[in-house]
């Protein structure tokens, strides 16, 4: 079955998407990522994947397809968004002319150029929600647009990955199109905030992260606990389980401004709020004053232990915090497998 079915993933990141693909027989023919802490992870985790270290606007199709025996059966992976933020303001819908403004942008327009290329049968998109409302929805409108121009049936869905089994409230926005002439569909939900006749409850992030509270610290296992302010200690005593800074009870030395979410606490019986990479601090821990550690979003991310992120621990953050949970792409990837298998 490992021969059977293939797949490139472009923006791997620290390569959440591929894991899940591979758990579901898939052969993951080549990485794409322009990061070298990125590169360092999946040559200390992924050594027999081929993977390329360079902006995909440099990379040809005739290189991707160069690592491709045969067919393409999947080419997956959500460009970054860092450029998009500024969409709003362009008075241009046309994604030509916006990417002229702002040169990240362009990464949708070479993916899309790339799949009509290389013409693979299923093509994934991973991005978050924000793509939704950017350019009041006609950015997201011209990203379908571009995949249905190159000859796929496309569309979206917001989907909560909690919904698939993830310990995590993670809104993500996923395009999925093919081109074999089949109406795109989703995979239904397995999971939901109550369990009923069809659905199990949601996981809990206890479940996953629990034996690690009394740990040692492990650098070489990414379990270091942040260093953290007497002052901010003593503001993470007062945040109740699940709870927020109660910003109206606090004392004169520890106000501030701005507390965002570092300043939240998880929940034993919920799943986690959303690992973001966020000034180098997930939210905190249940019962403990502190954040969480790299190990602990990892586990909440669904990574399996065996992962080790490479960089500094605001590089690995950023790694774990910006992956597909391998839950969910397993899931996908299941989907997909038994999609292609009814168009043989």
Known sequence: MSDQFNVVDLFCGAGGLHIGFERQGFTTK??????????????LNFP??????????????????????????????GPPCQGFSTIGKRSSSDPEKRAAHDPRNELVITYAKLISDLKPKFIVMENVKGILTMDK??????????LRDAGYNVDYKLINMADYGVPQIRQRVIILGNALGLPVKFPEPTHSETANLITQKW????????????????????????KHTEKNIERYKLI?????????????ELYRKNFGNTYKR??????????VPGNDA???HPILHRSLTIREAARIQTFPDKMIFAGNRRQQGHQVGNAVPPKFSEVLAAFIKNELLKAK
């Open 30 to 43: 080549l990485c794409i990522d322009n990061n070298l802490q990125v590169e360092k992870t999946h040559k």
């Open 48 to 77: 027999h994947i081929p993977f390329i270290n360079r902006d995909i606007a440099l990379i040809s199709s005739e290189e991707i397809a160069s690592f491709i025996d045969g067919d393409l059966d999947v080419m997956a992976g």
């Open 282 to 284: 997930f939210p905190i």
């Open 266 to 275: 998880l929940h034993r019986d919920k799943p986690s709020l959303t690992m």
């Open 203 to 226: 996981n809990n992030c206890w479940n996953v992260i629990h034996d690690l509270a009394d740990l040692p610290e492990n650098p070489d296992f990414n379990h270091v606990a942040l």
């Open 240 to 252: 109740p389980e699940g709870g927020r800074l109660p910003e109206d009870k606090l004392s004169e």
């Open 137 to 146: 929805g006609a950015y997201l409108q011209n990203v379908l647009s571009l």
